[in-house]
């Protein structure tokens, strides 16, 4: 058996460089092939895609750097305030901004949504198997870089046209990681909490993560009684680099106070648990049991300090839905659903790879010794729990296979070595089976699909936004005059992104009132409709016959307008507008 022992390397080298380069011009090659009719009809996966796309315009025609506010949704109301952080509109608008004059707004928009995620894959491919190519070897790191390529949760997030900011958050939990290998504690530290102030910074569907890494680093702490400046260079950096991120991205002029985003009461729960951290380390030595309660006090005082500033923000789960938003909205695309929501090929690929890399980490820490051993202690803690987000919000399986892609890089290497030495042909194929199935564990699903095509093919398939031909039909759109419309929460940030018209909602649950609206509308009777619209002013109505919120919206109401719409029994107020293209996008201007 082999015993690892103490065996960082320098940060970079490059003969890493060059092993990363290669993996990632290969999977960049394969993403740019299979994407490409999404690319060429610019098919987004989500429309929190085509929403970055619309923030980003607005940044580059003028719209304040710290206004967030998406003026065309919901205007009535003053227009919607959205969670993003500008972090992830600065590389798509650099290169926009630099590709522009050259080739045309629209081909450098195309440009930036294929290039700015598979370059955040590469970013990502480097740092896991800097990882893997300091604490274990040369074939780990490339055998890292493969199982980053095959992770389909991960790739789901890091293909061309996916510019939203679920790449960035795995860029930075690697990130934070790799500050964990540094020699220096003070300096390691602060690259990890700087790390998870950006992660945070740009969403806080981070912050179970972040806590099991700050969790850890004071886990050092408790084992060696000289490493407090691990704990406390974390927790300083993430507190500074949260005010920091706040400041350069938000403001703080009239700044207010959200659950679902860094905000004020935030930033001073964070700093008051850094001084806490800091002061608790000036109380050196301590008998253990103390310094259990008073790492324990730190994260009670920045938590108190939180919820006294934000007292609506104590609650674990966000705040209740309206009834009819909770009813008739499936809360949202279906990768923030859990994975026994998911197919069942989905799930494996979500559960499967990072449960292999759990275990390869406790064989690789039961092979280690010294620091290296405690490393992948660790690493274990933080992989379980990546793997325990991810059963619950399935887009968290990005995190947890790009983390599992190190201990599988390990193990897929010790496979092939073994395979090498077994002369049996049976006991070959089955270590062989074993590593295809760690790392692409829904491949009999997919082969039974190929062998059953029959089957296959009457399966049903989800009807999405960028199914609605939006943009076939935007010769149509951009020719009425500007004007609200009433259309599914699906469709809004399409509609905004092909046209200057403005949408009642979108689905975005820090506006319900407005969710409440178009639900209340589609659902209500077509007396009722009309006396909404002509209130709220709104000039037009369209819908996408084939997508299933149209289905669900008629199922609950028969007799709704959204029912009458499907059945080609428009109200005499509606009169039709004549739409181009292949008829998918249906549209009404609501007659005064």
Known sequence: MTLFVERRRPALTGELLLRVLLAWAMIAALLLVTSLPS??????????????????????????????????????RGGLTMGGSRLVDIPLAAVILALRGLIGQGAAETVAMVAVPLLTFGVALLLAARIAWRVIGDEAAGFACLAMGLSAPLVQQLRPMRIDHHGWEVVCVLAAMNGLMARSARLGGSVTGLALA???SISTEGVTLAAAICGVTALRWLRERGDAAWFVATMQGLAAGSLGFFAVTRGFAGSAEYCDAI????????????????????????????LVIGIGAVAGIGAATMVALAPQCTGVAPAPLDPLVARLWTGGPGDGLPIWRQDAALALQIAVPPLVGLLACFRLAGRSSGWLRRFWQEYAIVLGVALAVALFVARAGAAAGALAAVPLGWQVREWLRSSRMLRRPGKRALVLTSMSLSLLPALPLMLFALAMPAQAAGAVHPVYAHDCA????????????????????????????????????????????????????????????????A????????????????????????????????????????????ASGDGKLEIWRVRR
């Not at 689905?507 to 969710?515: F, L, T």
């Not at 028969?558 to 509606?574: D, I, N, S």
């Open 39 to 76: 690319i060429q009809s610019h098919r987004f996966p989500d429309p929190d895609d085509a929403l970055r796309l619309v923030q980003v315009r607005d940044l580059m025609a003028g719209q304040g750097w710290f206004d967030l506010t998406q003026h065309r949704i919901d205007a009535v």
């Open 198 to 200: 950006a992660g945070l």
């Open 263 to 290: 905000s004020p009461a935030h930033l001073a729960g964070l700093g008051a648990a850094a001084l806490a951290a800091t002061g608790l380390a000036r109380l050196e030595p301590m008998p253990r049991f103390a």
């Open 470 to 533: 939006i943009s076939v039909n935007s010769v149509a759109l951009r020719s009425l005059p500007p004007g609200e419309i009433l259309a599914p929460l699906e469709i809004g940030p399409q509609i905004l992104l092909e046209s200057g018209h403005l949408v009642v909602a979108t689905g975005h649950r820090r506006e319900q009132a407005a969710m409440g609206t178009v639900i209340g509308t589609f659902t209500g009777s077509p007396e009722a409709a009309q006396a909404a619209l």
């Open 535 to 578: 209130a709220r002013g709104t000039r037009y109505v369209a819908i996408c016959p084939g997508i299933h919120e149209a289905a669900r919206y008629a199922g609950a109401a028969p007799a709704g307008l959204m029912a009458r719409l499907l059945g080609g029994h428009a109200p005499q107020w509606l009169e039709p507008v004549q």
